[in-house]
Antibody, heavy 127, light 112 residues
């Protein structure tokens, strides 16, 4: 049974770097069929995709966040991680990790859907 | 403002049917698969529909999905009070060189 669990600080100061880890259990993170993604939800608002990483380390990001985001994977620990730099209050949100089904078309690969989600972790940006 | 447009809210009585629309463009819905997610209050989103109209095995057939052109629709029949939730559509958007995954703004379903 696949489980994803987010972990990391719940409070980050403005201008600092937000760091979260998602631990995957029950399935191999190095599956060729899936991406591993981060999605966030500001309080009372909708969902926003941050980015996704393949087990090889290849990642793609939301263009609006790309300059501040790094998503990496550690297959030996069955974990993938999110780093978001120079945070502001606008980055306060529930952060979810999720598994995305990999699909490739015309030389481009991406997730077609997210079939399993972690419970989410609230990160507040405040001094 | 979301790339995909959903109505902010819909409502219907128990036992009735409701549909939720998701409108996009040729760079997203028009040329990519659509998925739908249910988010019950205080919980993580759950996949309801994938690849436009397929249901995970654990999702009852009261839930259905369809796509036509640049729009997609989620249908729910036999409404139950337990269906009260926020519903999101999502798809890949290939308008930028690197692409981008996009969600609709969400629709709050009230079962009266």
């Amino acid at each position: 049974q696949l489980q994803l669990q987010e972990s990391g600080p719940g409070l980050v100061k403005p201008s600092e770097t937000l760091s979260l880890t998602c631990t995957v259990s029950g399935v191999a993170i190095s599956s060729s069929s899936y991406y591993w993604g981060w999605i966030r939800q500001p309080p009372g608002k909708g969902l926003g995709w941050i980015g996704s990483v393949y087990y090889t380390g290849s990642a793609h990001y939301n263009p609006s966040l790309k300059s501040r985001v790094t998503i990496s994977v550690d297959t030996s620990k069955s974990q993938f991680s999110l780093k978001l730099s120079s945070v502001t209050a606008a980055d306060t949100a529930l952060y979810y990790c999720a598994r995305g089904r990999k699909y490739c078309s015309d030389g481009t690969c991406y997730s077609t859907y997210f079939d399993s989600w972690g419970q989410g972790t609230l990160v507040t940006v405040s001094s | 403002q979301s790339v995909l447009t959903q109505p902010p809210s819909v409502s219907a009585a128990p036992g009735q049917k409701v549909t939720i629309s998701c409108s996009g463009s040729s760079s997203n819905i028009g040329n990519n698969y659509v998925s739908w997610y249910q988010q019950l209050p205080g919980t993580a989103p759950k996949l309801l529909i994938y690849d436009n109209n397929k249901r995970p095995s654990v999702i009852p057939d009261r839930f259905s999905g369809s796509k036509s052109g640049t729009s997609a629709t989620l249908g729910i029949t036999g409404l139950q009070t337990g269906d009260e939730a926020d519903y999101y559509c999502g798809t890949w958007d290939s308008s930028l060189s690197a692409g981008n995954w996009v969600f609709g703004g969400g629709t709050k379903l009230t079962v009266l």
